[in-house]
T-cell receptor
């Protein structure tokens, strides 16, 4: 079974600076998707960014980018120019082959990001 | 507005008192699923449904039931709730068995 590990329970960043959240995963599959979700205090689950395993290019969405290292099974999230609104719990998630497991996401334990003004 | 709606958003109940958490989506999605979120464990899938009348267990199905009689609704049933089912529950849906998952706003359940 696939597992996702987020080794940083909490992180802090100064406003306008850059922070990187770590995520590693374990799988024997070659085709899969990886995601980062943001959960603010409202509890809403917001998709931040996704990465297809077959794509070598790292995904980018505005101030959010990933460092995808397939061989190392690492998928870190970099937030540039951090803003107060970035403060939230961040979850890393893995999705296996859809034909076998449907649209099941396997989540890490989450990292709480605090942004200091 | 496209959305996944869960009710109730908050509930405090007692051990053994049957309850149902409803989930409804207005996007004509085929796939629906339930997750529970616990501190230190992230979200874990309870049950999922690939279409009407098609449901299957996720990773933590014990103590839960589901049904999918209509495409838009996917209720989560706790026949005899226990304190270890105290959790934050999310319903999610997607157009097909792949594609972006849309999450509801969560239901905070406390079982005393």
């Amino acid at each position: 079974a696939q597992t996702v590990t987020q080794s940083q329970p909490e992180m802090s960043v100064q406003e306008a600076e850059t922070v990187t959240l770590s995520c590693t995963y374990d799988t024997s599959e070659s085709d899969y998707y990886l995601f980062w979700y943001k959960q603010p205090p409202s509890r809403q689950m917001i998709l931040v960014i996704r990465q297809e395993a077959y794509k070598q290019q790292n995904a980018t969405e505005n101030r959010f980018s990933v460092n995808f290292q397939k061989a190392a099974k690492s998928f870190s999230l970099k937030i540039s120019d951090s803003q107060l609104g970035d403060a939230a719990m961040y979850f890393c998630a893995y999705r296996s082959s859809p034909m076998e497991y449907g649209n099941k996401l396997v989540f890490g334990a989450g990292t709480i990001l605090r942004v200091k003004s | 507005e496209a959305q996944v709606t869960q009710n109730p958003r908050y509930l405090i109940t007692v051990t053994g008192k049957k309850l149902t958490v409803t989930c409804s989506q207005n996007m004509n999605h085929e796939y629906m699923s339930w997750y529970r979120q616990d501190p230190g464990l992230g979200l874990r899938q309870i049950y999922y449904s690939m279409n009407v009348e098609v449901t299957d267990k996720g990773d933590v199905p014990e103590g839960y039931k589901v049904s999918r009689k209509e495409k838009r609704n996917f209720p989560l049933i706790l026949e005899s709730p226990s304190p270890n089912q105290t959790s934050l529950y999310f319903c999610a849906s997607s157009l097909r068995t792949f594609g972006e998952l849309f999450f509801g706003e969560g239901s905070r359940l406390t079982v005393l």
